[in-house]
């Protein structure tokens, strides 16, 4: 299973995604994405640009691709397009931070960093993420912040929001193929439980085979799907 990096893809600033366009030369197109105006075509383009400073192109081009992902859905689901769209578009606004700098900021904001941060800090991102866009981007939807903080490591309270995004970076259509992602992306639509629970197992047979631990996170998580299933309740 390859649980990172993307497809040499000609995506730029122009994506085609089945029903809907992320264009984020001018933002009218995000907006027409989402069916809202909760946001104008003025601040996507400032969140837009701002993030394509901070970010590596292919990164930037990911987080585009999360935005579609997660605004389609969070539509399939009955949730908030808009919103699933800003929290996709910015979820790996600290993904490019050097590790260095990911420890001060989780120092400065009172992010918790245990043995398996100090061994991979790139988990980091998601927290500093959070924190970053919440002091420095103005950022205070809650929903938004929790999904970006939890989107890496996962949690057992993840409600379907929180879901869509995890699963949304997982699936989006610039992810290099692995075997079961076809089927991943059809479950994400069925159901958000199972393709959590599926998502998870598959991210631990991938550590399990680089010899790394499994965080503690993620395994309350997975044990919290499991008795839920268990209970017939997903
Ligand atoms: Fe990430
Ligand atoms: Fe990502």
Same mark, same amino acid.
Request: proline share 0%.
């Given at each position: 299973m390859v649980m990172s990096g993307y497809l040499e893809a000609p995506l730029r600033n122009d994506l085609l995604l089945e029903d809907k366009t992320v264009v984020f030369s001018t933002g009218a197109a995000l907006q027409a994405t989402t069916g809202s105006k909760l946001y104008s075509e003025e601040q996507w383009l400032f969140w837009a640009q701002k993030l394509q400073k901070t970010l590596h192109e292919a990164r930037y081009e990911h987080c585009v691709r999360v935005a579609g992902e997660a605004a389609c859905l969070a539509g399939s689901f009955g949730l908030d397009k808009t919103r699933a769209c800003l929290a996709g578009l910015l979820? /790996?606004?600290?993904? /490019?931070?050097?590790f260095e700098t990911l420890f001060a900021y989780a120092e400065r904001y009172n992010i918790m960093v245990g043995p398996e941060e100090r061994s991979n800090p790139i988990i980091l991102h998601a927290d500093v993420g959070a924190a970053l866009l919440r002091h420095e981007w103005a950022i205070d939807d809650e929903e938004v912040l929790k999904a970006i903080a939890l989107h890496t490591v996962a949690s057992p309270n993840m409600d379907n929001f929180c879901q869509v995004i995890y699963l949304a970076d997982i699936i989006e259509p610039g992810r290099q193929e692995w075997p079961g992602l076809q089927e991943l992306r059809k479950l994400s639509y069925e159901n958000l439980d199972q393709a959590m629970l599926w998502s998870l197992q598959e991210s631990f047979a991938y550590l399990k085979e680089c010899g790394t631990f499994i965080h503690p996170r993620a395994q309350a998580a997975y044990d919290y799907l499991i008795r839920k299933l268990k209970a017939g309740k997903c």
């Open positions: 979820h /790996d606004v600290a993904r /490019d931070i050097c």
